[in-house]
């Protein structure tokens, strides 16, 4: 498993549209689009740079993983985002190495992206997502 870049960084936050304020205005950045992940009970803003992206993740429920996490470490970054080929291919290769999966399998988001988490204490205290992007068909 080569990772194929860096997909996104993701920054959690108790509120996106007041987060906003400070990366619009202060910085200059643009929004792609703001979605709701019903899956993980989060809104996420896309703010593309380079070629990755910052996402900016708040709660949209009390008891979310996110909210939990909120709750317990505050607004920051939450995790790092690689990019692969084949996350069914790169998710076995993390575990035979012993490391911690927090997914059994990848799920699936509406666009088709699939993703899986690596616990932080597997890879020096980083929660590590990685991505597999859909294949687009060839015409």
Same mark, same amino acid.
């Given at each position: 498993?080569?990772?194929? #870049?860096?997909?996104? @960084?993701? *920054? @959690?936050?108790?509120?996106?549209?007041? /987060? %906003?304020?400070?990366?619009?205005? /202060?910085? +200059?950045?643009? $929004?792609? &689009?703001?979605?709701?992940?019903?899956?993980?009970? @989060?809104?996420?803003?896309?703010?593309?740079? +380079?070629?990755?992206?910052?996402?900016? =993740?708040?709660? *949209?429920?009390?008891?979310?993983? $996110? /909210?939990?996490?909120?709750?317990?470490?505050?607004?920051? %970054? &939450? &995790?790092?985002? %690689?990019?692969?080929?084949?996350?069914?291919?790169?998710?076995? !290769? =993390?575990?035979?190495?012993?490391?911690?999966? =927090?997914?059994?399998?990848? #799920?699936? #988001?509406?666009?088709?992206? #699939?993703?899986?988490?690596? &616990?932080?204490?597997?890879? +020096?205290?980083?929660?590590?997502? %990685?991505? !597999?992007?859909?294949? @687009? /068909?060839?015409?």
């Amino acid at each position: 498993m080569t990772p194929i #870049r860096i997909n996104h @960084v993701a *920054i @959690v936050v108790p509120d996106v549209a007041q /987060a %906003l304020q400070f990366w619009q205005d /202060a910085l +200059g950045m643009t $929004v792609s &689009h703001i979605e709701r992940n019903a899956q993980e009970a @989060v809104e996420i803003a896309f703010l593309p740079v +380079g070629e990755g992206e910052i996402e900016l =993740i708040a709660p *949209i429920t009390d008891d979310s993983g $996110v /909210a939990r996490y909120l709750a317990k470490s505050g607004a920051g %970054l &939450h &995790h790092i985002c %690689l990019e692969v080929a084949d996350i069914e291919a790169s998710m076995a !290769q =993390i575990a035979k190495t012993g490391a911690e999966l =927090i997914n059994e399998s990848p #799920r699936i #988001r509406d666009d088709g992206i #699939r993703y899986a988490f690596v &616990h932080p204490k597997s890879t +020096g205290g980083v929660l590590l997502e %990685l991505y !597999q992007l859909p294949t @687009v /068909a060839k015409p």
